[in-house]
């Protein structure tokens, strides 16, 4: 539906109350498009907080935002529909169990009324920051940091994690930096100093996780002596089979060890 309300010749569009699949597809589709519109999002607080708790789909949106194709907002006006607003049409986005349709409406006074309604209310909305690095930044940092090898398992990690924003989900994008540092026996200070400046997580939130991944037995570290200073932790993957495992399965071995270990 997105892409047949998306066509070349609309260089903006205003989407108005979307939910949290619409939200998800939107920037799927505005990332796989070659000249994507201008797209402001007026959004709901909710809606917009909860794609910040998804790294990978927040990190999308990111470079969206970064390339100036998406922007976002929050309001407190009530969203009657969902709606996909151009200068020549409305479209109301109506979901019906697994399927979707948009009703479109061309009449002139109509979508004057609809557009300038919701274009006032997106200039007295606030701006929502999704305080999360732009996947481009994030694989950029990690190649020039680490190595391609790294970047490369990293993103093959992130790819095989069906979501990072479930409270269900074992694994995040922390324990997956943790986990691909260990892979390739990194530091720990290396890899949290990394994570910390390019906004992936603090310092302490790094050492959290190494915490609990080495307490079910996932890594392993080992002290290494420097000039001056306490000894630096290289980690080092704890279990045989993460040690067999490529970087695609390491996420589901890690899975099931964590939940065979009780975490």
């Known amino acids: 539906m997105f892409r047949a309300v998306l066509p070349e010749e609309v260089s903006e569009i205003l989407g108005v109350g979307f939910d949290e699949d619409s939200v998800e597809e939107l920037i799927e589709i505005l990332r796989a498009l070659d000249d994507p519109p201008r ?5 709901a607080e909710s809606v917009l907080k909860w794609l910040r708790s998804d790294f990978v789909l927040a ?3 990111a470079d969206l935002i970064a390339a100036e194709t998406l922007s976002v907002r929050t309001t407190d006006e009530p969203f009657e529909n969902m709606l996909v607003v151009t200068d020549e049409e409305v479209v109301s986005v109506v979901p019906a ?4 349709a948009g009703l479109v409406s061309d009449d002139s006074e109509f979508v ?10 997106w200039e007295t909305g606030e701006e929502f920051g999704l305080r ?3 996947h481009s930044q994030v694989a950029d940092s990690l190649t020039a940091e680490f190595g391609a090898d790294v970047e490369s398992d990293f993103e093959e990690m ?7 924003r479930s409270a269900e989900s074992s694994l995040d994008e922390v324990d997956v930096s943790v986990l691909v540092a ?10 949290s100093k990394w994570g910390e400046r390019v906004g992936v997580a603090s310092k302490a939130t790094f050492s959290r996780a190494k915490n609990h991944l080495e307490e079910r037995g996932l890594i392993e570290t080992e002290k290494v002596p420097i000039d001056v200073g306490r000894p630096r932790q290289r980690l080092l993957l704890g279990d045989e089979r993460l040690r067999e495992a490529d970087a695609e399965e390491l996420v589901s071995v890690a899975t099931s060890l964590l939940s065979t270990t009780g975490s």
Do not use: F, I, Q
């Not at 797209?39 to 959004?43: E, I, N, W, Y």
């Not at 169990?97 to 979707?100: F, L, R």
């Not at 790819?159 to 990072?164: E, R």
């Open 158 to 164: 992130v790819g095989a994690l069906a979501t990072t």
């Open 112 to 121: 004057d009324a609809t557009r300038n309604r919701w274009a006032s209310a």
């Open 182 to 191: 260990a892979k390739h026996e990194e530091m720990l200070y290396d890899v």
């Open 97 to 100: 169990g697994e399927t979707v």
């Open 39 to 43: 797209v402001r999002l007026l959004a």
């Open 132 to 134: 999360t690095p732009a």
């Open 59 to 61: 990190s999308t949106a």
